[in-house]
Each structure stands twice: as C-alpha cells, then as structure tokens.
C-alpha cells in the first residue's frame, strides 16, 4: 500500500540532544512538508521541500534542520537550539496532480 | 496573518447536518480552499477541496460562497465517528511550491 510513514510514534530526548524524526513516502511525491503542532494548536509549517536536494524555510524553522536526498526521505533533526522541542510533530507529502496531502501519522517528542 | 478562521468549537445531533463555517477573506483566485480533519493524536485526514465551485464526494459537500471569502463545510448526517477536529486550510502556490496554510480548526462534538 501506498502511504506516508513516520518513526517513530514516540521519542524521548534529554534536553541538549539533537534527534531526528524521520518521514518515508512512497507514494512517488515531489512535495514534502514537516508541521509541528502544541496542544490545542493548529498545524505550524517548519520546513518544506518541493524537489531533492532543495528545501525552504517555513514559519517556525529556527531550531530545525532537514534533508532532501532522496524523494522518499525527508528527516527532520530537532536541535538543542530548538528552545520548545515538546510537541507533536506531522510530516506530509503533496503531489500537484493528485491535489490532496497525504500525513503521516505522527511523532510525538518529548524532551525532559 | 491567519489565512483562515473558525469557531473553536460546535455541537451537532447525530444523524443531523452539521455545517462547519470557515471566513478566508484574504483568499486570491488561484488559492484553493481545503478542508481536513484530525481525531486525537493521528495525522490530519482529507475531506475535500474546491477552488470556485460546490464540490460534494461521499463524506461531505464543500459550499463556497460566490466571493470566495467563505465557504462552509457539511456533514450531511453526522454520526459520533465525525467527532474531531476540522481545518480549513488555503494551499497558496508560490515560486517555491505549495503551502497549506492551517486554521486553529473547529472541535466538532457530535452528541448521541
């Protein structure tokens, strides 16, 4: 089946360490997207990537790094710079000639 | 600035319409209107989308009013499954991809 994969559902990180969330597709998309959301929030954009090897910036990436090198990956590492890294973190793919994103279905962070 | 806004909350009766209004008054002609859902802790669901015209699939209709500033979401007969959130979002396109550009969403309760 095709879909969207994150790993994994929960992590637990000590406060200094950097973690890498990571997002699988295969559902042969260009677009791929990364959200953090807080409880009670909306979605908030942290990175996105339209093609391999280029990414953009979105409204909340300062504590964030990602890569595209494959068209079926792209991770997410949380830095320690990342004042607030506890929150519950979506991954997406989007494809113009489907017109619908598919979400993956989440990692939850916790940083203690 | 928030692309879209939506009561924080309804109830709906089961077995009821429930319609779900969302304002995008900032919306231009190319920004499609999109709207998901999210039960706890999963990723975000598709319903539907439309960019001018009603658009209506097995789970839902998609109204937009003429001025494209508003559009309303409905469940034709909502049963308990339907209780979650709901996002109306707008997808901007800009030189560098596709944006989705999440509400704060409305918790629908559906009441037995």
């Known amino acids: 089946d095709g879909g969207i994969t994150q790993s994994p559902k929960y992590l637990f990180r000590k406060e200094g360490q950097n973690v890498t969330l990571s997002c699988e597709q295969n559902l042969n998309h260009d677009a791929m997207y990364w959200y953090r959301q807080d409880p009670g929030q909306g979605l908030r954009l942290i990175y996105y990537?339209?093609?391999?090897?280029?990414?953009q910036k979105g409204d909340i990436a300062e504590g964030y790094s990602v890569s595209r090198e494959k068209k079926e990956s792209f991770p997410l590492t949380v830095t320690s710079a990342q004042k607030n890294p506890t929150a519950f973190y979506l991954c997406?793919?989007?494809?113009?000639?489907?017109?619908?994103?598919?979400f993956g279905q989440g990692t939850r962070l916790t940083v203690v | 600035d928030a692309k879209t806004t939506q009561p924080p909350s309804m109830d709906c009766a089961e077995g009821r319409a429930a319609n779900l209004p969302c304002n995008h008054s900032t919306i231009s002609g190319n920004e499609y209107v999109y709207w998901y859902r999210q039960i706890h802790s999963q990723g975000p669901q598709y319903i539907i989308h439309g960019l001018k015209n009603n658009e209506t699939n097995e789970m839902a209709s998609l109204i937009i009013t003429e001025d494209r500033k508003s559009s309303t979401l409905i469940l034709p007969h909502a049963t308990l499954r339907d209780t979650a959130v709901y996002y109306c979002?707008?997808?901007?396109?800009?030189?560098?991809?596709?944006?989705?550009?999440f509400g704060t969403g409305t918790s629908l309760t559906v009441i037995p």
């Open positions: 990537s339209q093609i391999v090897n280029d990414f």
């Open positions: 997406a793919s989007f494809d113009s000639h489907n017109t619908e994103a598919f």
């Open positions: 979002i707008v997808r901007v396109w800009q030189r560098t991809g596709n944006q989705f550009y």
